[in-house]
């Protein structure tokens, strides 16, 4: 037995980074979400309009996410955890927007594997 602590296997795979662009116009989620050209979705959860369909989001300056490969399925806990916890996860609406229109009609995923993506923090 040995007195080192075990070491998890990453949930996460690194993709790199990414840099939404500046906004110089705010955000209306419900707009945005319901009548986007260029960007297809499956579906809307009803939890997403509940939760974000009324609200509007100020203009903001260009910024970098950081992005990662999602190999299999996990629960939120574990990759918040992995990611540096809830206060290092949490972006806006618009990032998860501009990430979809980057992507275009494919899905946000690299070779059937999913992705993750979060703001890059500085120490």
């Known amino acids: 037995m040995s007195d080192q602590p075990e070491k998890k296997t990453p949930i996460l795979e690194d ?10 116009e705010p955000l ?37 996410i950081r992005k990662d490969k999602l190999p299999s399925i996990s629960p939120d806990g574990p990759i918040i955890a992995e990611l540096g916890g809830e206060s290092k996860v949490e972006t806006t609406a618009a990032a998860a927007f501009s990430r979809l229109r980057i ?13 993750i993506f979060s703001p890059v923090h500085t120490p």
Do not use: C, M
Not at 103 to 115: I, T, V
């Open 15 to 24: 993709a790199g980074t990414a840099t939404l662009p500046a906004r110089a």
């Open 28 to 64: 209306v989620v419900r707009d945005r979400f319901e009548r986007a050209p260029g960007v297809v979705f499956a579906t809307i959860w009803s939890e997403f309009k509940v939760r974000f369909y009324g609200k509007t989001e100020a203009p903001e300056a260009e910024f970098q």
């Open 103 to 115: 992507q275009g009609k494919g899905p946000l995923a690299w070779n059937g594997k999913h992705e």
